[in-house]
């Protein structure tokens, strides 16, 4: 595997479950990022990790729950979501959190749809 | 003001001729700017990222920095249909908050 992968690629969940996104990069970066991307709105950064350490939260709603395990991991646990979450959710990585080194290759993302 | 504004498009330019993408910006102290293009459904790329005022070529991209004025440009040359995309502008904030436009439509013609 290459660069920044993201599984599942497609996910429908309803508004009572409990689901889970995966990212992994395979770049030797420090810093991995959730984004959320919806039509006719620009790019929303979620949640920023650098070294396994959360260091931004973007006052994103707590049924989103982000985990960190290591730097080459990020996983976005979903809970009770509503309707108006239903995005692509993409994942990105960067080599530091260093002005210098901010820029962020970006996983496929995975298509959410909630019922 | 929108932090990061880009037109929305779409922008079409014939094919082989110059491509001029604009972003502006309202915070004076952003450092770092990143231009990404993105394939409709598919993931943002990055393209390029450009630190000081003037010019960065590569290869048919050109990234225009002009810090008094808060634009950041892209330039395109020799547009092809496989340029066709939306272009984001991406602006790292003096607090170190990265924000994106909502992109630029281009769209080549053949």
């Known amino acids: 595997e290459t660069g920044v992968t993201q599984t599942p690629r497609h996910l429908v969940m309803g508004m009572t479950n409990k689901k889970s996104l995966k990212c992994e990069q395979h770049l030797g970066h420090n810093a991995m990022y959730w984004y959320k991307q919806s039509a006719k709105k620009p790019l929303e950064l979620m949640f920023v990790y650098s070294l396994e350490e959360r260091v931004e939260n973007n006052s994103v709603p707590s049924r989103f729950s982000p985990e960190c395990p290591n730097s080459s991991h990020l996983f976005l646990h979903l809970h009770t979501l509503q309707p108006e979450d239903s995005a692509l959710y993409l994942c990105?990585?960067?080599?530091?959190?260093?002005?210098?080194?901010?820029?962020?290759?970006f996983g496929p993302g995975t298509r959410l749809t909630v019922t | 003001q929108k932090e990061v504004e880009q037109n929305s498009g779409p922008l079409s330019v014939p094919e082989g001729a110059i491509a001029s993408l604009n972003c502006t910006y309202s915070?004076?102290?952003?450092?770092?700017f990143f231009w990404y293009r993105q394939y409709s459904g598919k993931s943002p790329e990055l393209i390029m990222s450009?630190?000081?005022?003037g010019d960065k070529e590569d290869g048919r991209f050109t990234a225009q920095l002009n810090k008094a004025s808060q634009y950041v440009s892209l330039l395109i040359r020799d547009s092809q249909p496989s340029d066709s995309a939306t272009y984001l502008c991406a602006v790292n904030r003096r607090d170190d908050k990265i924000i994106f436009g909502k992109g630029t439509r281009l769209h080549i013609l053949p």
């Open positions: 450009i630190y000081s005022n």
């Open positions: 915070d004076r102290g952003s450092q770092s």
């Open positions: 990105a990585s960067s080599q530091g959190r260093d002005r210098a080194t901010y820029e962020q290759y």
